[in-house]
């Protein structure tokens, strides 16, 4: 399970809204301070993201709660996000290759492939009725 701090922004009968600040991994990292990506993020500042999930207890305004998110799903999540596009892209640049098509087809069909494959994921996460199934602890 990964697991974080949020703070309570609205409530009612059956969702919460949650405030959540966004991590990277430079917060764990040693060698931050020398580092390009862990100097922007102090440059940037914080961010934070708003979510909704279900209301399983009693809650109110301002809280804070630990939220939880099952690593499975995140990971599934993450998988068909990044796989599913590039093996299309492969896919259909291998076919134009196979059909002897010229260069710039070939550049063409892999990029449709990939934006395919975009689309492709955009529809199954629509369809999905739950998404990542964050919880609070």
Known sequence: MIEQQ???TQCDDKTVWLKVER???????QIKQGCGT???SNHVGKRFS???VDKTSDIHVGQQVQLTIPE?????GAMLMYLA???LLFFFAA?????????????FSGLSGLFIGFYLV???LKKRKYGVQAKIK
Do not use: D, H, M, Y
Not at 23 to 29: E, I, V, Y
Not at 72 to 76: A, F, M, N, T, V
Not at 98 to 104: D, G, Q, R, S, Y
């Open 6 to 8: 949020a703070v309570v």
């Open 23 to 29: 991590q990277s991994t430079c917060s764990a990292c």
């Open 38 to 40: 862990g100097l922007l």
């Open 50 to 52: 708003e979510i909704s």
């Open 72 to 76: 499975q799903s995140l990971l599934q």
């Open 85 to 87: 596009p590039l093996v």
């Open 95 to 107: 076919i134009a290759k196979t059909l002897n098509f010229n260069e710039i087809f070939e550049i």
């Open 122 to 124: 955009r529809l199954r």
